[in-house]
Nanobody
Framework: QVRLVESGGGLVQPGGSLRLSCTAS????????MGWYRQPPGNKREFVAS???????RYADSLQGRFTISRGNAKNTIYLQMNDLQSEDTAVYFC?????????WGQGTQVTVSS
């Protein structure tokens, strides 16, 4: 069992930045992936970025360059630094922990980009 807790969402103006964090607790293996997905209003949940416990990262093509995923000193914490936010980035952002048979998800944190 893995529990994920996200924080850091909020309202930001276009061009602004936010940093999301996610902390995992529970039965965490030594090798794992963690990542971020988002669900814009009226749309499906989509992949944003992931990071391996060894440090390897992967991004959605459209977001690389503006978003950066990283890990904290405590390896069960990840961050998503989001820069130059635009209205299309408005979504609920979910932390993801792949697992067999079903991934674990956080409760989600709302990010709203609006002037």
């Amino acid at each position: 069992q893995v529990r994920l807790v996200e924080s850091g969402g909020g309202l930001v103006q276009p061009g602004g930045s936010l940093r999301l964090s996610c902390t995992a607790s529970g039965s965490i293996p030594s090798v794992y992936y963690m990542g971020w997905y988002r669900q814009p209003p009226g749309n499906k949940r989509e992949f944003v970025a992931s990071i391996h416990s060894g440090g390897r990262t992967r991004y959605a093509d459209s977001l690389q360059g503006r978003f950066t995923i990283s890990r904290g000193n405590a390896k069960n914490t990840i961050y998503l630094q989001m820069n130059d936010l635009q209205s299309e980035d408005t979504a609920v952002y979910f932390c993801n922990f792949p697992w067999d048979p079903e991934p674990y998800w956080g409760q989600g944190t709302q990010v709203t980009v609006s002037s």
